[in-house]
């Protein structure tokens, strides 16, 4: 396949699942190290190169599908014709599939999935302006759905606790009590587990969960910081405010204010 870079970019965002572009790379533009800032999925079309990851070395063929995470030192040199597609994402979906998956441990975040480039390249081929946003979000999630992770005890248990805590995180009662008592364990294990493999407390994990939630209404235009807190899962809206503040460095009320300052039509002169 005979082809330039082609890099088609996604304008139609919010917080929920972002895809930033659809790159299709043949000019080594990932060549030096860089520390990812985004999550990117990537499908090797042809060639043969070598992917640098945090300090390891892992020859590209065709087929091969990889991800990089955000904080991972990568690149991607070419050694025989290398050519790739790439998705690069964010957002508080981004984050959920991540450890869904578990795409930054080591042992699943490179697969063999030759039978995707045919999708690959024809949705590389389908994608406008008017089209992107779902286009990159159907790469991304059919890609995912088709991959072949080896199931244990271990992913399959934070697996149900990611899907019970994406399906309920706007229930003010929700918690980690709550979810041992429904999967069968004890709280104090599942805890205890799920801060060693996502290296965060459980609770932390659900208020950041809110917190984009909450980012998300507000980008779709509920402007009532009363009702922003109580759809997110926050039953004060005061304690709302003071988290919110200090995850974002802004308070949910200026944070509206820029939002409907950004979506004003320019002024006449």
């Known amino acids: 396949m005979d082809r330039d870079n082609i890099c088609k970019f996604n304008f139609n965002r919010s917080s929920d699942l972002i895809c930033l572009n ?45 991800f990089v995470c955000p904080g991972d030192c990568f690149s991607v040199t070419s050694c025989d014709g ?14 959920e599939l991540a450890l869904r998956f578990g795409l930054g441990q080591k042992e699943s975040f490179f697969f063999e999935c030759e039978e995707l480039i045919p999708f690959w390249n024809e949705c590389q081929q389908l994608a406008d302006a008017e089209n992107i946003d779902l286009v990159c979000e159907t790469v991304l999630l059919y890609s995912l759905a088709k991959l072949n992770i080896p199931k244990n005890e271990v992913h399959s248990v934070m697996a149900q606790i990611v899907e019970l805590t994406q399906k309920n995180y706007t229930d003010a009662d929700l918690s980690m009590a709550r979810i041992a008592d429904e999967l069968g364990y004890n709280a104090k294990y599942l805890s205890s587990l799920f801060k060693k493999k996502k290296g ?7 208020r950041e969960q809110r917190i984009k939630h909450a980012v998300f209404l507000m980008e779709q235009g509920v402007v009532s910081v009363k009702n922003v807190a109580l759809l997110s899962g926050f039953r004060d809206a005061l304690y709302f405010s003071k988290t919110f503040t200090a995850s974002e460095g802004v308070s949910p009320k200026a944070y509206i204010q820029k939002l409907m300052g950004a979506s004003d039509p320019p002024a006449h002169s």
């Open 22 to 66: 659809f790159v299709c790379e043949k000019k080594e533009s990932q060549a030096q190290l860089r520390t990812a800032e985004h999550y990117a999925i990537h499908l090797v079309f042809q060639g043969r190169g070598c992917l640098t990851k945090n300090g390891t070395e892992y020859p590209l063929c065709r087929g091969n599908l990889f």
């Open 82 to 95: 290398l050519e790739y597609g790439y998705v690069t994402y964010r957002g508080r979906r981004a984050d």
């Open 200 to 206: 965060i407390a459980y609770t932390q994990y659900l």
